[in-house]
């Protein structure tokens, strides 16, 4: 790929159609070309519900960190083409686990791995590894080898932002949603198919999603909940979301 060769003053905003390869190719050509990242815009964000130049500008500038149980992170960052700040991508853990993970993140990052087991996924034709950290269980389903794992882990941990974490999980078990309502971050959401009261419930009806099941089961709520992710359909504003936690609903559930 080849950007235009434009100097920093020249021009307000740079949309490049780049969602195929990703905002990460985009923006490794323009450090080469010393564009500067913030001018850079993917043509299909202005089109997500909830869109603002200054939402997305604050958003880019906070150097937000995604904590997801599964793979609701990576593929909303893709969505927004924001950069990895987080190791996790591309893995999922138990509920119960997570909020463990949660409760003591800082404890957990400086423990090591340890391989349980490798496991042949026929969707994806790899053989991947579920792997110990600690006493939590995390399964890195999209690698196709316990190093390649462990690797990207560590790469990708030493780019959390601390002082902006959102935290996001989902679930139809209300005891492990007023498990996750009690963690102590700031920025936590929890989606789940039930109207609830407690702060970080987001309430998705599933019925919404025509691809979901109506006796639809916790593994087809957390496939609605990737579409979300993918921007297949949007619940709730993500800006208002990842900037400030806040529910903004987009379409009536």
């Known amino acids: 790929m080849t950007l235009p060769k434009l100097t920093g003053g020249g021009y307000e905003i740079l949309a490049v159609g780049a969602k195929k390869i990703g905002m990460s190719t985009v923006t490794q050509n323009a450090r080469r070309l010393n564009l500067p990242e913030e001018k850079l815009l993917g043509d299909w964000i202005v089109t997500i519900p909830g869109f603002t130049l200054e939402k997305y500008r604050k958003l880019q500038r906070s150097r937000l960190s995604i904590f997801a149980i599964n793979c609701f992170g990576g593929m909303l960052s893709n969505t927004l083409g924001l950069p990895f700040r987080s190791p996790f991508i591309n893995l999922w853990l138990d509920a119960l686990e997570y909020i463990r993970f ?12 340890l391989l349980k087991k490798t496991v042949w996924s026929d969707i994806l034709k790899i053989n991947y590894p579920i792997v110990a950290l600690g006493d939590i269980t995390i399964y890195m389903n999209h690698y196709p080898s316990f190093d390649e794992g462990v690797t990207k882990w560590n790469e990708r941990k030493q780019k959390i932002n601390w002082y902006n974490i959102f935290v996001m999980a989902y679930t139809t ?4 949603l007023e498990k996750f309502d009690e963690l102590p971050h700031a920025k936590k959401v929890c989606f789940f198919p039930f109207k609830s009261d407690l702060d970080s419930a987001w309430y998705i009806n599933p019925e919404i999603d025509k691809r979901t099941p109506k006796n639809f089961t916790p593994k087809n709520f957390g496939e609605a909940i990737l579409r979300f992710a993918a921007g297949t359909l949007f619940y709730y504003d993500v800006f208002d979301m990842l900037l400030y936690g806040k529910k903004t609903p987009l379409i009536e559930m």
């Open 102 to 113: 949660l409760s003591t993140p800082h404890i957990y990052m400086e423990k090591q791995f």
């Open 173 to 176: 078990d209300e005891k492990i």
